[in-house]
């Protein structure tokens, strides 16, 4: 069985997800071969700059107008239909790719993705099962596809939701978002902040700023270090070399012992060693602080996704949302001071579990694919 991926790389989640199946399927599947494509690049180079960036900047410079572009695409409207004619144009050139990789089932991770090979489906120039992987905790219209045979989800909340939408509820499967089997793997904690040079009997706070990275993560860090509480802080910064800097100030004079960290290979270690972790609420982010069952403060949400993300999280007692301009060092202190509550979030954490969805993942695959050769014998 061949397998591919297609994913697209505005924000990292995508391709993380992608990475997370994949992985799976290349370690649990001796009799499957699975290619990872990344559709705007295969399309084009003006086309994957133009989404990727356009994405990023509407994102991070302008939210409010991107919030109201997502609430207006996630109904049936004038912009939505455009949005599904964009997808039509450039699935055409998408078809290249497909064929060269000979698929017998396709996964997307990316909703313009799935939208254009549902239509290439519905014109008869693929003939395989497409199952979109949504990595989100809410759904959006733009996931949408009449030719999608099954929809992987984040949780079981989203499927009223999605029916309303017109989508069977027999293609709905709350598997989770996937993500890389060492999220859900056991960990030494006391060795862990050993390695990393920090105290084992401390509290420690994980701080990630995010994939775009975030300057007004400063002033929250700064409001933290003011809690008169005894605990340690790990600030990771990405690849956002301005923002690291910023931190390297900051972290110079801190009144609380602070580890900074640029890029690195080792974030499942860090959320393991941590008692919370504050961070934009992207969907693969949650999911794996979710993995390690390690609890949330999340701030400045993306308004649409992660702001549905948030709401998820805050539902069901997994995290605390520090607003802007309140005193999010009071609502850190509160926590710390809280290890009933704390303990019970972690609890939550634990008991969201979607350690088997790669496994469910392939398992669905398989049994598609069967289904359209059955068919395909039938005719």
């Known amino acids: 069985m061949k397998i591919l991926i297609l994913t697209a790389a505005t924000g990292g989640g995508h391709l993380r997800a992608s990475r997370a199946i994949s992985s799976y399927i290349e370690q649990n599947c001796p009799d499957c071969s699975v290619e990872v494509v990344d559709a705007m690049k295969s399309i084009g180079s003006i086309v994957d700059k133009t989404v990727c960036e356009g ?9 409010k107008l991107f919030g109201k572009l997502y609430r207006a695409t996630n109904k049936k409207s004038a912009l939505s239909s455009l949005l599904n004619r964009f997808s039509n144009t450039f699935g055409r050139l998408l078809l290249p790719a497909i064929e ?22 519905a014109t008869g120039w693929v003939d395989v099962p497409l199952i979109t992987l949504m990595t989100d905790y809410g759904p959006h219209r733009a996931w949408i596809g009449s030719e999608v045979d099954a929809y992987v989800v984040a949780n079981s909340d989203m499927i009223p939701k999605m029916e309303v939408m017109g989508v069977s509820k027999e293609k709905i499967y709350p598997f989770g978002i996937p993500v890389e089997d060492v999220f859900f793997t056991p960990a030494d904690k006391p ?12 509290p420690t706070i994980l701080i990630m ?29 990405g690849r956002n070399e301005k923002l690291y800097a910023a931190f390297a100030d900051e972290v110079e004079n801190s009144p609380k012992k602070t580890k900074l960290v640029f890029f690195t290979n080792e974030v499942e270690n ?6 919370l972790l504050v961070t934009k609420p992207g969907g693969l982010t949650v999911s794996e602080a979710l993995a390690c069952n390690v609890p949330l403060a999340v701030f400045d949400a993306i308004p649409g996704q992660e702001e549905d993300n948030a709401d998820f999280l805050l539902n069901y007692h997994m995290a605390v949302k520090l607003e802007q301009d309140t005193d999010c060092g009071a609502v850190i202190r ?36 069967e289904q359209y050769a059955k068919r395909r014998a039938g005719n």
Do not use: W
């Open 191 to 202: 060795a862990l902040l050993k390695k990393f040079g920090l105290d084992p009997n401390l």
């Open 55 to 63: 994405y990023h900047m509407l994102a991070t410079k302008t939210p």
């Open 100 to 121: 060269q990789s000979s698929p017998d089932a396709i996964i997307s991770t990316h909703p313009f993705v799935s939208e254009m090979v549902s239509h290439l489906k």
């Open 270 to 275: 860090y959320m393991h060693a941590s008692d």
């Open 209 to 237: 700023a995010g994939s775009f990275g975030v300057t007004n993560i400063l002033d929250i860090y700064r409001q933290i270090t003011k809690v008169d509480l005894a605990f340690q802080i790990v600030v990771i910064t």
């Open 334 to 369: 509160s926590l710390l001071e809280d290890s009933q509550k704390l303990n019970a979030m972690r609890s939550n954490c634990a008991e969201f579990d979607k350690s088997h969805s790669a496994e469910n993942i392939l398992a669905l695959t398989r049994e598609l694919c």
